[in-house]
């Protein structure tokens, strides 16, 4: 109860939403909170609706819970922006969910409050169908904004909507498996249900931490924020500087997606055959040494996923093995 009145507390201090204990459910990370609310409520062949880029889990999971995950791409030309229209058209009858995830892992792309609006608007028109937002990078912002969640902008989704957050990103508290996930009291204890049989409860001393973290002074996080925008322009001005690689800048979280398209069909100065966006993480990984992720596990192929969550001088030495791999990409 400690740590649902300090979710609770952070929730209306940041959306101005009030919310009583029935309907927070506080699980082993975000992750166990995305997965229980999955298996509590998709049927076989239920369809989970996610927009591209995404993060792989919201679809393998879906798989593992007997539904169908069916995907809206977002274009990079648009800033990897969700388009309302093309959501209105993907949703079908079986929709049973739509993710929503801004700051976005792996594109840094972050809806305006606008842009929100207008995706709040779409879901009005379609009362059949869920909404999960995964906030987990919502306060590691780097256009100004505050943090805002589709449950400010459209409380009329109250009782569909699921708002999902957690310790690992925002306090840099991965290891002590703390996140929640707020929403409609049924929902809740359907979720609450399916924890009960895996994990039973949450470590009292991560609960215990995560509230001391959530009511204590912020100043670490915009500090964070600081270093975490620097470090991406960093590595995008680094990337935009390497000859056939495209950047978008991202406006939250602690990734960086550039596209390598361009250099694919080449082959690395070590002789592998750098035909996709796999083979090319694989050569840059042995030879450079610099760990990416493959863009194809994001539903982005001929793309990287970078982290920047790691000290200034290791991103430039990685950034400098990185060009090097690329100039001599023949
Ligand atoms: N959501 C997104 C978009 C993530 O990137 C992650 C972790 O990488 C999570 C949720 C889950 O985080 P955790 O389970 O550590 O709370």
Redo the contacts with the bound molecule.
Sequence with gaps: MALKAAIARRHFRDHGLEVGPERIVVGN????V?FDALLATVDDGDEVLIPTPY?S?YALMTEVVGGRATFVPCAAEAGFKLDPAALDAAITPRTRWVVL?SPN?PTGAALSRDELLAIGAVFQRHPHVWVMT?D??GRLRFDGAPPMTLAEVAPELADRLLT?D?A??TYAM?GW?I?WGIGPAPLMRAMANMQGQATAGVSTVGQAATAAALDGPQGGVAEQVVAYRRRRDLVVDALRAMPGVECHRPEGAFYVFPSIAALLGRHSRGGAAVDTCAAFATALLEEAHVATVPGRAFGGPGHLRLSTATDDATLVRACAAMADFVRDLR
Aim: no cysteine; net charge positive; hydrophobic share 25%.
């Design positions: 990370g975000g992750k166990q995305i993060w889990a995830n892992n995964d987990m990078y999902v957690g690992s990103k991965t498996r996140g």
